[in-house]
């Protein structure tokens, strides 16, 4: 099964654009999944338990990277790559 999640991730310090682009460069670091970004998010697409893994292990590393750190995010299990 594909799954489409989409990403949004609040550092709460001054310096947050670096944490987030550390996160992103990291979940493009992985073969199989597509990363696609924009102003507003990240989108990631790719099959489940991939996905899954990956964002398991980055965001546990983001947090422990950085004092307080908001994720919100959005999963449909549909591929929704452009």
């Given at each position: 099964?594909?799954?489409?999640?989409?990403?949004?991730?609040?550092?709460?310090?001054?310096?947050?654009?670096?944490?987030?682009?550390?996160?992103?460069?990291?979940?493009?670091?992985?073969?199989?999944?597509?990363?696609?970004?924009?102003?507003?998010?990240?989108?990631?697409?790719?099959?489940?338990?991939?996905?899954?893994?990956?964002?398991?292990?980055?965001?546990?590393?983001?947090?422990?990277d950085e004092n307080a750190v908001v994720m919100?995010?959005?999963?449909?299990?549909?591929?929704l790559k452009p």
């Amino acid at each position: 099964m594909k799954i489409s999640v989409e990403l949004s991730m609040y550092p709460l310090s001054e310096a947050y654009g670096t944490p987030i682009l550390k996160f992103v460069e990291k979940l493009k670091s992985y073969e199989g999944l597509t990363v696609n970004t924009n102003t507003m998010s990240t989108q990631v697409f790719g099959p489940y338990e991939l996905v899954m893994d990956v964002l398991k292990r980055e965001m546990k590393s983001a947090f422990e990277d950085e004092n307080a750190v908001v994720m919100v995010a959005k999963f449909v299990n549909l591929d929704l790559k452009p």
